[in-house]
């Protein structure tokens, strides 16, 4: 039965507070790209040192995820929520004062994105499923997957500048002011959705058995594939595009606002696809988007003027986060709103594992071949074989 839709006041605060919240912890992570060469110059490590540190960090985001979604069921996604704001504060400022491999790669490699972690999609959609209506829980999530975008297009520039002007230290201070917003937001948006609260206090169901159930989904399967491939293809993009970029003769400025046109795309990339998810089957929209990036990324490898190059990162950028909506909603409507954050945790783990993969073996390829074309054809090739596996998917009932 059709949930009845919140009053519309209520709607656009969560909203706007859950967007908030993803876009600050989600631009973190995007933009480590941008700092690389940074840390490179200023912390006296390998350009393939600092790649592997941020594919941990990849990594751990991936692997905290379904930890902080099963806490938010035991505990509360408030406990979660909190724990995420200390870790990131403490990875920051880890992050701006040692000069050590060792204590950066505990820094950014582990506590700053298993912070990140703690506030992911699956968790924030969790709080605001029980009061909204399926037609809202849809249009939100487009709007809430944007952060990601809204964070690249303010971030981006004002990383580069801030770096270029006051050094890595001062910025990675600079960046904690955010996170200290991010407790108001966490306290009005946790009480609204406190419904999910009774809700797992009605229902304890183990993990395994969750696990088991969501196993034994073929959409369910072959939607985590998708997103496997989705974290390859975004990892290259958050990690190395920004070098990729300069390496094609374009400077650092300009390069940094290539990040934001990738950033503008992200946004309208999101909504359309959150809009989408109210009218046409979420397995549908999901292939048209893995397929397409097939197409914009053959075209990034082309030597093109800039301006052409950036049409395509902002066609790169729609097809970018367009598909954690259609993700989201997909396994919400499989397994209901009560499993969201611990199933969408386990799908967004092997997204990371994807991100790992290219983030490292991005530095890997250029130290080796001197170019990034093995990895983008990899790329490709995955691309186009989540397309395939989710356009071939029946359409889902749920289980």
């Avoid at 002011?177 to 937001?185: D, F, G, K």
């Avoid at 549908?284 to 990034?300: E, F, K, Q």
């Avoid at 395509?312 to 259609?326: D, E, R, S």
Wanted: hydrophobic share 50%.
């Amino acid at each position: 039965m059709e949930r009845n839709e919140c009053p519309g006041t209520t709607f656009v605060l969560c909203t706007l507070c859950g967007t908030f919240l993803y876009a600050i912890c989600a631009g973190f992570r995007d933009n480590f790209g941008i700092m690389l060469p940074a840390i490179v110059a200023e912390r006296g490590l390998s350009y393939a040192t600092v790649s592997f540190i941020i594919a941990l960090g990849q990594l751990f985001f991936g692997l905290m995820q379904p930890v902080f979604g099963f806490l938010s069921v035991r505990k509360s996604p408030r406990f979660v929520l909190f724990c995420g704001i200390l870790l990131m504060l403490a990875g920051l400022a880890t992050s701006a004062v040692t000069h050590s491999a060792a204590l950066l790669t505990l820094a950014m490699g582990i506590l700053l994105p298993s912070g990140t972690a703690a506030a992911s999609f699956g968790i924030i959609m969790s709080c605001l499923l029980p009061v909204f209506s399926a037609r809202q829980a849809h249009t939100a999530s487009g709007f809430i997957a944007a952060g990601i975008g809204f964070s690249i297009c303010i971030l981006a520039p004002l990383l580069q500048h801030s770096l270029a002007s006051e050094g890595l230290a001062t910025t990675l201070f600079l960046l904690g002011t955010p996170i200290v917003l991010l407790i108001p937001v966490t306290l009005f948006l946790t009480h609204v959705g406190k419904a999910t609260l009774q809700a797992a206090e009605q229902a304890r169901e183990s993990l395994a058995d969750m696990l088991r159930a969501a196993l034994a989904t073929p959409a369910y399967r072959r939607v985590t594939f998708g997103f496997f491939t989705c974290g390859f293809h975004m990892a290259l993009i958050q990690t190395h595009l920004f070098s990729q970029l300069t390496a094609f003769g374009i400077p650092d400025r300009l390069a940094s606002w290539g990040l934001s046109v990738y950033g503008m795309g992200v946004i309208a990339g999101s909504i359309g696809s959150g809009m989408a998810c109210r009218s046409f089957p979420m397995e549908r929209i999901l292939g048209a988007l893995y397929t397409s990036r097939c197409l914009w990324v053959a075209l990034l490898l082309l030597p093109l003027p800039w301006w052409a190059l950036f049409a395509v990162i902002f066609c790169l950028g729609l097809t970018g986060v367009a598909t954690v909506a259609p993700t989201s909603n997909l396994i919400g409507s499989l397994f209901g709103p009560r499993r969201l954050a611990t199933l969408f945790g386990f799908t967004y783990l092997l997204h990371q594992i994807g991100a790992f993969c290219s983030a490292w073996s991005g530095g890997l390829c250029l130290k080796y071949t001197g170019s990034y074309s093995g990895i983008w054809y990899a790329d490709i090739v995955l691309c186009l074989l989540a397309g395939l596996a989710c356009l071939t998917l029946r359409s889902t009932r749920r289980a």
